[in-house]
């Protein structure tokens, strides 16, 4: 499915003159306080009323002075970006097609689990690495997300649900940062949104419930390390660097070798001995689903703590993949298993309405002629595009 956002009457551009507070860590929100003559407590009645009420409107924050109110209302505003449509599948899964700015969309994708809601968050409109396999990387890169524009697809989540009551049983417990884009080329708005998903005046999720998933950029998940202790998921999808080259082109500046050894590092300076690191690994027909592929896995990963996730691929129109099949996914996961490897197989969601995983799509206004190239390649085909 391609969506194309058209209504450019009602887009608002990501700057403005008024601070929008929803982006903002509660550091950034105590400092904004400051600067407006404010004392710091301000900042954790803020962040309540946004993050856990849902509110966007300074008249409801009714534990703030209405002189304050006031103030606010001149410098500040609670701005989530529109949601342009929901779509609820027959199995509870929930896709939320979001306008971001200038006819660009993103896509967010509540998925719900026997104890558990994950929501699959976009950190970037396309993505600047062309994994060969991924329809993200085919429609090109526009701009990073605004930190108010990945916590604004929690925020959408949580207030759609709390509007439903307690008795509907729809919470996100878990975010996956796994739509759309490369979370680590987004370091700072990604780690300012992500520290509203664990604040407890926000969101309170723990640490062990929020994944960022990378491909691979190495200086920066050694940065990351030295912020935050979320959830770590490596997109590796080759055990080697010959395939990894071809199928994750970033793998050609970060090997596989220094990768595994940043992951490593990632765990050790995790207080808890027992935390793994996922791994992704993409299966597509004949390329890397080999029993050779998969001995050579079990051997790369033998030290590492970690658990492995085998994501059967979904085809897309640009590309020649195709999905693996039944029978290479159960030997490829059997060789993993008897090699002592906890493996996870990700099961499809959402088919109804196009959410499952690798089937969101968005609309990108792509600033790298990538997306151009890749449709000539295809004879102007129509374009189906499926991504991260
Ligand atoms: N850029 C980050 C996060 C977004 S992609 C990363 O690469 O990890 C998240 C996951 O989507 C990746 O692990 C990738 O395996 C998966 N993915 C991308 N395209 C896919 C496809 N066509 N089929 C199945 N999974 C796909
Ligand atoms: Fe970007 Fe991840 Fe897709 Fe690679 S798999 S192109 S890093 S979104």
Redesign the pocket.
């Known amino acids: 499915m391609t969506v194309i956002c058209t209504d450019m009457s009602t887009i608002v551009g990501p700057q403005q003159s008024k601070t929008n507070l929803l982006g903002l860590s509660v550091e950034k929100l105590t400092d904004f306080f400051a600067s407006i003559g404010e004392k710091p407590f301000r900042a954790t009645q803020v962040l309540k009323w946004i993050h856990q009420m849902g509110v966007d409107d300074f008249d409801q924050m009714t534990n703030l002075a209405k002189n304050l109110r006031e103030k606010l209302k001149v410098v500040a505003e609670i701005r989530a970006p529109e949601v342009v449509s929901q779509h609820d599948s027959i199995d509870g899964t929930s896709k939320w097609l979001i306008r971001v700015s200038d006819g660009n969309c993103i896509e967010t994708v509540f998925i719900p689990e026997k104890g558990r809601g994950t929501l699959c968050v976009s950190s970037q409109i396309g ?1 600047s ?1 062309d ?1 060969s ?4 990387g085919k429609q090109g890169f526009n701009r990073d997300l605004t930190a108010a524009e990945i916590i604004g697809q929690l925020w959408i989540a949580a207030k759609a649900f709390n509007s439903l009551g307690p008795k509907a049983n729809r919470v996100v417990s878990n975010v996956v ?7 680590l080329l987004n370091f700072d708005n990604v780690v300012d949104a992500m520290s509203l998903m664990l604040n407890d005046n926000a969101y309170g999720l723990s640490k062990r419930r929020v994944t960022l ?3 691979g950029v190495v200086p920066m998940l050694d940065k990351l390390s030295e912020v935050s202790d979320v959830s770590l ?1 490596i ?1 590796l ?1 080759a055990p080697n660097d010959e395939l990894r080259n071809q199928l994750v082109p970033i793998n050609k500046k970060y090997p596989i070798a220094e990768l595994l050894a940043s992951a490593q590092r990632y765990l050790d300076k995790m207080p808890d001995v027992r935390r793994k690191i996922t791994i ?1 690994y ?1 299966l597509m027909d004949r390329v890397n689903d080999r029993d050779e592929h998969a001995h050579e896995l079990a051997k790369l990963l033998s030290t590492l703590p970690c658990k492995i996730n085998l ?6 129109a640009q ?1 020649d993949y195709k999905r693996v099949t039944n029978t290479a996914l159960n030997r490829f996961r059997d060789i993993l298993q008897k090699a002592g490897h906890i493996v996870t197989v990700r099961t499809t969601r959402g088919d109804d309405i196009a959410a499952a ?2 089937q969101l799509a968005g609309t990108v206004n792509d600033r790298t002629r990538r997306s151009e190239r890749y449709q000539r390649q295809n004879q102007e085909q129509p374009v189906r595009f ?3």
């Open positions: 993505c690495l994994c396999f991924c329809a993200t940062m796994m739509g759309m884009g490369e979370p998933s990378t491909s998921a997109s999808h992704e993409t994501i059967p691929f979904n085809p897309f590309s995983c690798g499926v991504n991260g």
